[in-house]
């Protein structure tokens, strides 16, 4: 299935118009598959996305945070000219690799080990937005406030 039309969803919906924006940037989304990544979930709150960009050093990489957006991008400054190569099968190109963010994700940091960039995530949901336990008050009509005119109908 190449194609999503959203449009019943429109009419019967409001609100959600940015989740159907995302589903239709997915399916339109440029993918070459450079570099290679994993997406791994460690626990409930916290993720890791590891990129592989061997040949690419610290000041080779930037990672850019914009919104619900994470660009990773990678442009190697040593060039390959003069050099005579009987076979190149490392990939050094430059690229652009982007991810969308849930609500709540932030990025917790970086760290680059053995050509692995490791993007660490964590999900930080506000107090407000968790759930908690709402006591239940013991006796008959404890705490109940009869509005004027809530009855007269």
């Known amino acids: 299935m190449r194609t999503f039309d959203p449009t019943p969803f429109y009419r019967s919906t409001v609100g959600f118009d940015r989740v159907f924006d995302l589903l239709d940037a ?5 993918s070459n598959g450079y570099p290679p990544y994993n997406i791994e979930r460690l626990d409930e709150n916290d993720y890791r996305i590891t990129l592989a960009v061997a040949g690419f050093g610290e000041g080779d990489l930037d990672i850019e945070v914009r ?3 994470l660009t990773v991008t990678g442009s190697r400054q040593d060039s390959d000219e003069g050099r005579q190569f009987l076979y190149q099968g490392i990939a ?4 652009e690799r982007r991810f969308q963010l849930a609500e709540h994700v932030k990025v917790a940091g970086a760290s680059l080990v053995n ?15 968790k759930p ?5 008050n013991k006796g008959e ?4 406030k009869v509005l004027k005119g809530a009855n007269a109908a």
Not at 26 to 30: A, C, E, L, R, T
Not at 132 to 136: M, Q, S, V
């Open 26 to 30: 997915v399916g339109k989304s440029d």
């Open 67 to 69: 919104e619900n957006g």
């Open 92 to 95: 050094g190109r430059s690229f």
């Open 115 to 129: 050509g692995l960039l490791n993007i660490e995530l964590k999900r930080e949901i506000p107090e407000a937005m």
């Open 132 to 136: 908690r336990k709402i006591a239940i």
């Open 141 to 144: 009509g404890a705490n109940v």
